[in-house]
């Protein structure tokens, strides 16, 4: 076996004690000369330790440093775990972060565009307000016009009727004038006509 021919050659401690943690039950073994690893003459002295280790405390050992290296094993990735929890934390912080800067950012966003909205319905009621006014303004004058002009048409209309009036007197007036003197004509006539009456009458008397 491999470790009966380490210790006969007297090869060095450490290809030794790899041999026994390899297979620690081989230094119980016999090989074909009914030897075990211990019955060789070895030079030396720490290879002659190992070899008269007993068995069973080479297996503790082995045991033990296995146990130790799955503790280690387990350490090593609870500290690998840790680091890459910190380095997941690292960046959920820097994401937060950006998260809370980008969120100012829009906050301060919809803050400015309140501020100009803001402006802008000021703007929009102000230009409302003055086109209101010249409209009022506008309207008012159009009235005024309309109403100057019914005045103007009112008077106008009195005035004409007052003509009419007059004009209608001035008629009724010479009319009754016109029948007066018409009525005087008449008279006179009727006069002029008894008197050639009473006259011819004369005459004709006088010639009888």
């Known amino acids: 076996m491999p470790l009966h021919i380490a210790a006969n050659r007297n090869l060095s401690f450490e290809v030794v004690e790899a041999l026994i943690r390899v297979n620690p039950q081989a230094l119980e073994c016999r090989n074909a000369n009914d030897y075990t690893p211990r019955d060789f003459q070895v030079k030396d002295n720490q290879v002659f330790q190992a070899l008269n280790r007993p068995t069973a405390c080479w297996v503790e050992l082995i045991e033990e440093e296995a146990r130790e290296e799955d503790q280690d094993e387990n350490v090593l990735q609870l500290h690998k775990r840790c680091d890459e929890t910190l380095r997941t934390t690292d960046k959920s912080v820097i994401n937060f972060a950006n998260m809370v800067d980008r969120l100012e950012a829009v906050r301060r966003k919809l803050q400015d565009i309140g501020r100009l909205q803001s402006l802008e319905i000021e703007k929009n009621v102000a230009e409302f307000d003055t086109n209101l006014i010249e409209k009022i303004s506008k309207i008012s004058a159009y009235v005024t016009i309309v109403e100057e002009d019914a005045k103007v048409a009112s008077a106008r209309d009195i005035v004409a009727s007052a003509a009419s009036l007059s ?5 009724e007036k010479l009319i009754k004038q016109t029948a007066t ?21 004369s005459v004709a008397v006088e010639r009888e």
């Open 181 to 201: 003197e018409f009525h005087g004509l008449r008279l006179q006539s009727d006069v002029i006509s008894a008197a050639i009456d009473t006259k011819n009458a």
């Open 167 to 171: 004009r209608q007197s001035e008629v």
